[in-house]
């Protein structure tokens, strides 16, 4: 069973409408990451929080916004996204050292459709 | 910028065979981690790696670190049904937090 919570699973929306993807873990881990994953491709780096602050944004459309509202939950707010946005959005923590050790632990997942 | 690369992209193996395959990068890495993800699952971490030259063993997975750390490789013993999945290599671009993944090898077990 993974330590990484995401929900919802499965979501489908509109090109208008605004949701909101969470993530939670209790390792007590100091840094999380969203990734986007398209069909047959290896995960990519969205974005980064250590510590509660983001450190990683790799240029992502200002329809994604993060939010890290405390070391043990992870927000993705969605807004006016495109049918190109559909994917598997997986949440991820790590210890968060410093030069952190690549140990990551990933949730399930949240398979968002755009409509 | 670092990049990644797995070979072979596929493999359709029998129950039993062993299995290798490798994951090759540009610049140099200090950490390799290796992955697998089930289909409609988050990856999984197999084996994290350190050291060049490392050999790491989880059960009948075993990993070893290039001594050139620019690559990594990752076999697996006697097969089964349940290793059928993707299986990701990674490492971090410089001493950040910043995670890249290669392509993925994909594993087929047949009967």
């Known amino acids: 069973d993974t330590e990484v919570t995401q929900t919802p699973k499965h979501l489908v929306m509109g090109m208008t409408n605004k949701k909101s993807l969470k993530c939670e873990q209790h390792m007590g881990h100091r840094a999380m990451y969203w990734y986007k994953q398209k069909a047959k491709k290896p995960p990519e780096l969205m974005f980064v929080y250590s510590y509660e602050k983001l450190s990683i944004n790799e240029s992502v459309p200002s329809r994604f916004s993060p939010e890290c509202p405390n070391s043990s939950l992870l927000n993705l707010h969605l807004h006016a996204l495109q049918p190109e946005d559909s994917a598997l959005y997986l949440c991820a923590s790590s210890q968060g050292r410093l030069y952190s050790t690549g140990e990551l632990f990933f949730g399930e997942g949240s398979r968002l459709t755009v409509l | 910028g670092q990049q990644l690369n797995q070979s072979p992209q596929s493999m359709f193996i029998q129950e039993g065979e062993d299995v290798s395959m490798n994951c090759t990068s540009s610049s140099i890495f200090n950490t390799w981690l290796w992955y697998k993800q089930d289909p409609g699952e988050g990856p999984v971490l197999l084996i994290a790696?350190?050291?060049?030259?490392e050999l790491t063993s989880n059960g009948r997975l075993t990993a070893q670190f290039g001594i050139t750390r620019k690559d990594s490789f990752l076999n697996i013993s006697a097969s089964i049904p349940s290793d059928v999945g993707i299986y990701f290599c990674a490492g971090p671009r410089g001493y950040g937090q910043n995670f890249v993944f290669g392509p993925g090898t994909r594993l087929s077990v047949l009967p």
């Open positions: 790696l350190y050291k060049a030259g």
